[in-house]
Every structure is written in C-alpha cells, then in structure tokens.
C-alpha cells in the first residue's frame, strides 16, 4: 500500500507557484487547502499539473445546499478526495443526521471519496456523537484528525477504544497532528516530554493504516497538518513562534511514513 504524504498549505506565505514548487521539491504526493478562489482557478490546476501533486480539497460547510455547491465546484479540480468540516456541533441529532444523509447520497452522486473531519465546533466534536452518526449511516466516512477529540475530552481517549476502533474502520483520509489534553497541537512533537501523546496518536495512525491493508486498499493519504500562530504556541510578548512550521511538517511526515511502512 503506498502512503501519500499531503502538504497543508495552512500558514504557508509566497505567491501560489512559490508554494506548490516548495511543497513539490520537499518529495510531497500533494496538497491539501481550500479551494482557490475565482480569479485563480486556472492557475492552481496548472500549477497541480506542472508538478504532478495530488489535491485534497477543503471545504466547510453548514447546511446541503453550501455543501452540494462547494462539492460540485472541487470535482472540477480533480481532487483525491474532500476533507469536508461539516455541520455544526450544536445542530440537533435529527439534523445533523438530515445533513450526512443528504452529503452521503450527494457523494455518489458526485463520485468522489469525502471525509468529514472530526473537528471542534462540528458535528464529528466528539467519539459518542461521530459513533452514532458512523452507525446510523452506513456509507459516512471521516478524515480522522483525533487530535481534537484528545482536546475536547481532556484525555488520550483511554476510555474511547470501541468508539475508536469505529473511527478507524471509517478513516478515509488522516490529519497526522499530535494533540494533548488541553488543546490541539503539542508545542512541539519532537520534544520528549510529549512522547506518550505522539506514541498514543501514531498507534490510532498504524491501526488505521493496517485496516486499508487489510481492506486491499492502493494508498492511504495522510497531512501533517500543524497550525501556525496562533495554533501554534509562540513566546509570550514577543509571539515568536516556539518551533518551525516548515521543519514540524516535514519531520512528522518522515515519522508517519515510518511508523506506518510494512
């Protein structure tokens, strides 16, 4: 199974064509971001082309028709699949599984591979709300990012096992970012005092990893997708970052394809 390694194009600075070429001369697959805007539709499928990158689309959306629109527009681009930000957590049950309905049945339509990302603020917040909505609808997929269910339940999850083993048979597509009990993103992932979070997270990546193994699938894409400022930490008065953005993506991508290699 090949391991495609995305880069997010979050917090990144230079033109368009400075990007993709930086993304592309690192050894990236390709890159995941929203989609472009109007007047830049044209160069960023050239761009996709000339480097021959991959695209995991990004969109967000709170109600069908904002997410029918956004699908419809990145299948012009051809992605590998859509990272979709979906719903809203405080939405009622009953609309939140109107909505995955409908985004479900819009997928087949479109015929394109979605992931709804379990993201704070969205419906997929929590393991018990993403575990009811992965029962009651057979085909909904996730872009597993458990760095915000580590966030929101103040834990490793020591307590979510079957909930996660759900999770990971759903997994269509990985935010590679090691969270901690108070927040989303470690100050640092190579440091060693957050060994036992990025241990815990890398065994949920391996386990997903083994099951599109065993599931016969060709690739499996995964984004080390670290936040800047203010995601990422930075000194207090001065707000100079505590790490690189840069290095902290690509050091994660060498660890992911390590761990999770046959």
């Avoid at 695209?55 to 959306?61: C, D, H, M, R, S």
């Avoid at 990025?198 to 016969?216: P, T, V």
Wanted: hydrophobic share 35%; charged share 25%; glycine share 6%.
């Amino acid at each position: 199974m090949k391991l495609k390694r995305i880069k997010s194009l979050w917090g990144m600075e230079g033109s368009l064509s400075d990007q993709f070429k930086a993304v592309s001369d690192a050894g990236y697959s390709g890159i995941e971001s929203p989609l472009p805007a109007p007047g830049q539709h044209s160069e960023f499928m050239e761009l996709l082309q000339e480097h021959q990158l991959d695209y995991v689309a990004q969109i967000f959306a709170e109600e069908t028709g904002s997410f029918e629109k956004q699908v419809e527009e990145a299948v012009n681009f051809q992605p590998l699949l859509i990272n979709s930000q979906s719903a809203k957590a405080d939405m009622p049950y009953e609309d939140q599984l109107d909505f995955f309905t409908k985004a479900v049945g819009i997928e087949k339509q479109a015929q394109i591979l979605i992931g709804h990302e379990t993201h704070r603020g969205r419906a997929m917040f929590t393991p018990w709300n993403t575990e009811r909505l992965l029962k009651d609808i057979e085909d909904l997929s996730i872009t597993a990012d458990f760095s915000h269910w580590v966030c929101v339940c103040e834990s490793l999850l020591n307590d979510q096992a079957d909930r996660l083993d759900l999770a990971i048979q759903r997994t269509v597509h990985i935010h590679t970012r090691v969270g901690f009990t108070q927040g989303p993103q470690v100050p640092d992932p190579r440091a060693p005092e957050y060994k036992e979070e990025l241990d815990i997270h890398s065994d949920w990546w391996r386990k997903i990893a083994e099951a599109h193994r065993q599931k016969g699938a060709g690739a499996l894409s995964f984004t080390p997708e670290y936040g800047p400022p203010g995601y990422m930490h930075t000194e207090p008065f001065t707000k100079r970052p505590l790490a690189d953005l840069w290095e902290i993506c690509l050091w994660m991508g060498n660890f992911v394809e390590e761990r999770l290699k046959v």
